[in-house]
């Protein structure tokens, strides 16, 4: 405990004069109060009462004069009382109040002198004192006649008045108040100094011992007490000295220990040095190793990618020219596999990397319908392969318009959909969207099947990495058991939570709470205000389409057959056909007979396979207006369907898909005229209308010219770079100034990807491309939405293989001469043209190398150079044979 003293805080002889003087001086106050006060009323009745007697006086002995006349002996009596102390003047009144006789200064009153109030004092700057002058009974026989006397006794004949001058009595008050005041005063400074002296007498020796403290408190443990009185303060100075002593000596027996303590734990501190060089060697050694491991899975997974890509590549060549339907059967099973084996490496590729804490999450504006839908969509035809009805349930109180990472989100959604639909062989899975009752930014999304479930203590488990819940599901569904640990570690990214509800045999249920931020701006969907009929085979299909129509203002009823929906009294009617549509011999002929009685549109929710399972073409036709959308139906593809007074029939049968690019007029700058004619083929063949520009500033006078719905854009292009090219058209203000432009590269570093984004670019995609996805991104650029799904590819018939090899022999002989020639520039734009070309094919063995050629010849390093251009070749005649 440290103790503190200092002159600036209040000292015990100051709060004892406090103590002291502080009752003194109210005691004094009160007092001199009631001192002063009760000799001023003394005066004050003094006045008064000489007032009172005087006048009663004045109004007995003028009794007779007043009766019998005599005005001299009146005078004479007013004088003599206007002469007495405190009297100004004496008046005598007759009856009516007429003055009779007036002696001394007399100043009138500011109310008439009958108003004056009888036997009382009216108080002005004089007091007025009035009495009435009454007979007293005595018989005056010489004064007339004795019955008149009589009639006047105790009745007025007259008054006196007398005034009192106030100001000696005020003189005398302010005497009273300077004598009481200065003795006051006196009194209280002679106690002030008494107070003083005799708190010294106690105060000096505390001072003295306070001094000693503080000394000690610096450390001066040698200084002692010395208080020279016998009373309760030497008591407290021997305490003083002994406590000194006793510090001294703990103080040097600390030390002693301090020194030996200090000693230990050098030697402590020395082995724990040891102990760290240890631990950091360790630590290095796990870092090592963990970075050799993420290198082998890096590694592992493109040498694995490699062999698969070109696996799958060749497979859709033998699907196009399969001579038979066993053929193409193999041929699926093959590709199936491939794709199996490709979602196993990403697991344990994501998974590593969040190990290793390298996943970032971005923050960019995305649309929550679309992020599930399009999972939604991508599974929708492998839950249909297994008799599983696939539904999302949004409700209607959720708003789309988000702020984070779409792409993580998307994730998560994929792999719990995927497990549902691994581990559910008939019912149901369900993808659900709410809003989180903690916050109003905070979502709820939940996937639920109807498949084998988890028992209740391992629940726990299936979390953590490389496990499941069982080993013979590993043996009988397959997989690492990585997708539930990416989607906790995900979620816990993105500062969510995720639960599992689940019971053996009765299905499961994964729920995740995530925070993420509303867009300042919400899209707004047109109430449509439409009475619409529902038919479902299940009640959650009836309640996620119902969901669905109050999003657009709809009123909808359920009904549980076609044949119960009355012909009248709706605007629309939405049926949705399930497995048990289709298991039902008795639903074609129902929808029939409601055709026939009701002309309603018809807007069907059907699985992804052909309608001829269920209606022939006849009936089809009959049908209309009918519209048909792949379930689970996209809200913008139903909304549409409900706007619409009247659809076109759209068929499931994939040779009557609508081309996925119809009507859209697309411009493509690309410096290699291989990847452009790529490019071009696949627009044409998917109905779009394409311009080619081989560099940018073609790119950019062809925007100044016509219109475009998409602009693709690669990024290292001669003459103008993708950026400026992107720069310039959004500065422009021309035509195309807010077209949507996607950049298209092979290798990008972080800040030219920046700079993209900062120049205008709406969405970055990188070689090697994926045709649908590409597709895709195109058509949501576009602001394309449809139900129906299509599916696009280039084969053999589309490019040939000699033209392939015949552009890449043209790429290796000219960056032959510009290494001859030493013309780095030139050798690196050819270099990434060659890594565009091979990572357009997915051949990433060649990509890899011709990178690989790429970042050397940055470096400068001919030996380097020389012998990576010779892998490429090498690389490329491998190539040439195996498809020879």
């Known amino acids: 405990m440290r103790l503190s003293f200092s002159r600036g805080t209040t000292s015990i002889q100051r709060r004892f004069l406090l103590v002291t003087l502080i009752p003194l001086l109210l005691v004094t106050v009160l007092l001199t109060y009631h001192t002063i006060k009760s000799r001023q009323q003394d005066a004050a009745n003094e006045l008064l009462n000489t007032g009172n007697e005087t006048t009663d006086y004045f109004a007995e002995t003028a009794e007779f004069p007043l009766y019998s006349g005599n005005m001299e002996a009146l005078t004479e009596l007013a004088t003599s009382i206007s002469k007495l102390r405190y009297v100004s003047s004496a008046i005598v009144l007759d009856i009516d109040h007429k003055p009779l006789v007036t002696a001394g200064t007399f100043v009138t009153p500011s109310v008439a002198l009958h108003e004056l109030p009888e036997n009382d004092i009216y108080n002005e700057q004089l007091l007025y004192v009035k009495r009435p002058v009454v007979l007293s009974g005595v018989t005056y026989l010489d004064y007339g006649d004795s019955n008149t006397v009589d009639d006047s006794i105790d009745k007025p004949i007259g008054w006196v008045l007398v005034t009192l001058d106030q100001k000696p009595v005020q003189a005398r008050n302010q005497q009273i108040l300077l004598t009481s005041m200065s003795l006051s005063i006196v009194g209280f400074f002679t106690a002030i100094l008494l107070s003083y002296y005799l708190g010294r007498t106690i105060t000096h020796p505390i001072w003295s011992l306070t001094d000693t403290v503080r000394k000690m408190e610096k450390g001066n443990f040698a200084v002692r007490a010395s208080v020279e009185t016998q009373d309760e303060l030497a008591i407290l100075s021997k305490g003083i000295n002994r406590l000194a002593e006793t510090v001294a000596d703990n103080r040097r027996n600390l030390q002693q220990q301090i020194k030996e303590a200090t000693a230990e734990l050098e030697a402590t501190l020395e082995d724990l040095r040891g102990k760290n060089h240890e631990l950091d060697a360790a630590r ?74 390298t996943v970032v999450l971005e923050n960019h504006s995305f649309d929550l319908c679309e992020c599930i839908e399009s999972v939604a969509a991508l599974f929708a035809t492998e839950a249909q392969n297994k008799g ?77 990495a490389f496990t499941q819940a069982d080993t013979s599901i590993s043996r009988r569904y397959g997989g690492t058991g990585l997708g539930l640990t990416i989607v906790k570690n995900l979620v816990d990214l993105m500062g969510g939570s995720v639960d599992v509800d689940s019971r053996r045999g009765s299905g499961t249920l994964f729920r995740i709470t995530l925070p993420i931020k509303k867009q300042n701006v919400q899209k707004n969907w047109k109430p449509l205000n439409k009475k619409v009929a529902v038919y479902a085979s299940l009640l959650p299909q009836a309640k996620a389409i119902c969901h669905s129509l109050r999003r657009f203002s709809c009123e909808c009823e359920d009904f549980h057959s076609p044949h119960t929906i009355p012909d009248t009294g709706f605007d629309a009617i939405v049926l949705h056909l399930s497995s048990v549509s289709f298991e039902n011999p008795d639903f074609p002929g129902q929808v029939l007979n409601f055709r026939r009685k009701s002309r309603l549109p018809l807007i069907f929710l059907t699985p992804v396979i052909s309608l001829s399972q269920l209606f022939t073409d006849e009936e089809i036709a009959s049908l209309q207006p009918a519209a048909f959308i792949a379930h689970p139906a996209p809200l913008s593809s139903l909304y549409n369907a409900l706007l619409r007074k009247s659809t076109a029939p759209v068929y499931h049968s994939q040779q009557m898909f609508e081309p996925p690019l119809e009507g859209l007029n697309i411009l493509v700058a690309e410096d290699n005229g291989f990847t452009g004619l790529l490019l071009e083929t696949l627009i044409s063949k998917s109905g779009g209308q394409c311009t080619l520009a081989t560099n940018g500033i073609e790119a950019v006078k062809a925007s100044q010219q016509e219109k475009f719905d998409v602009m693709l854009f690669d990024v290292h292009m001669p003459e103008l770079s993708g950026v400026e090219c992107t720069r310039q058209i959004r500065q422009g203000r021309g035509i195309n100034a807010a077209t949507p432009i996607i950049a298209l590269t092979a290798d990008i570093v972080q800040q030219e990807e920046e700079e993209l984004r900062n120049a205008g670019a709406n969405d970055l995609l990188f070689k090697p491309l994926n045709e649908n996805f590409l597709l895709e991104r195109i058509r949501k650029c576009a602001g394309i939405s449809t139900g129906m799904r299509t599916h696009i590819e280039l084969t053999a018939d589309d490019i040939s293989a000699e033209m392939f090899y015949s552009e890449i022999t043209r790429l290796l002989t000219e960056i032959r001469l510009a290494f001859d020639s030493e013309d780095h520039d030139q050798m690196k734009e050819i270099a990434h043209q060659l890594a565009g070309v091979a990572g357009v094919f997915k051949l990433e063995s060649l990509d890899e190398k011709a990178r690989a050629l790429h970042s050397a010849i940055k470096g400068g390093s001919s030996d380097e150079i020389q012998r990576l251009l010779g892998i490429v070749e090498a690389e490329t005649r491998v190539l040439s044979r195996q498809t020879a």
């Open 284 to 357: 290095e050694h796990a870092e090592l190793a963990n970075q050799a491991k993420s290198e082998f899975l890096a590694r592992m997974s493109h040498e694995l990618r490699t062999p698969i890509t070109a696996i799958q590549g060749f497979i859709r060549l033998l699907n196009e020219t399969a001579a038979n339907e066993s053929d193409r059967h193999y041929c699926k099973i093959i590709d199936q596999a491939a794709r199996q084996l490709l979602v196993l490496i990403d697991d344990i590729l994501v998974f590593s990397k969040l190990q290793s804490n």
């Open 388 to 464: 599983l009805d696939l539904l999302v349930d949004f409700d209607p109180e959720v708003e789309f318009g988000r702020i984070g990472d779409s792409y993580r989100l998307g994730q998560v959604i994929n792999n719990l959909v995927s497990n549902a639909i691994k581990f559910t062989s008939e019912g149901s899975v369900a993808i659900e969207l709410a809003n989180h009752t903690s916050s109003p930014e905070t979502i709820e999304i939940r996937v639920r099947d109807t498949g084998i479930g988890i028992e209740s203590d391992k629940l726990e488990q299936v979390f953590r």
